[in-house]
């Protein structure tokens, strides 16, 4: 059976649990090596008060914790790494997936209309568009829409 190594960018949305669930349907054809990232997006000054700004990055970073914990959980008896990064996620992947051995991503798209899209961008858009690497992208369903 051939080894992959995939890695499961998360954040905790229900995008996340879809392409755990997803990852985890490879494991009847593949013996897999899971790769867990949580990319906090922390901004030096959120609130203009240093003191408050250390508080929300703090919780940040536990939360960043538990999403991770969680997913380990999720997949116990497979082989996982847990890693966290710092930036603007779709930048941080795309520069970890340069880094590390990584066969396959697996994302789920985000639930956002055109125009979020348009006007906001996708952490997915961005790493389909910037991955040296196959991307599988889970689309999520919209609102209103089979």
């Given at each position: ?99 590390h051995p990584v ?12 125009v979020q899209r ?16 196959p991307v599988l ?10």
């Amino acid at each position: 059976m051939k080894k992959l190594t995939v890695l499961l960018p998360l954040d905790g949305s229900e995008g996340s649990q879809l392409a755990i669930d997803t990852a985890k349907e490879l494991l009847d054809k593949f013996e897999i090596h899971f790769k867990l990232l949580n990319v906090l997006d922390i901004r030096t000054k959120l609130t203009g008060y240093e003191e408050f700004d250390k508080l929300l990055n703090d919780r940040k970073t536990k939360a960043s914790e538990e999403i991770l914990s969680r997913a380990k959980e999720q997949l116990a008896g497979c082989e996982v790494t847990t890693d966290m990064d710092i930036g603007r996620p779709g930048e941080r992947i795309v520069a970890y997936i340069a880094k590390h051995p990584v066969d396959l991503i697996i994302m789920a798209t985000q639930n956002q209309s055109r125009v979020q899209r348009l006007l906001l961008g996708s952490v997915t858009n961005y790493v389909l568009s910037y991955s040296s690497k196959p991307v599988l992208a889970i689309p999520m369903k919209m609102p209103n829409h089979t």
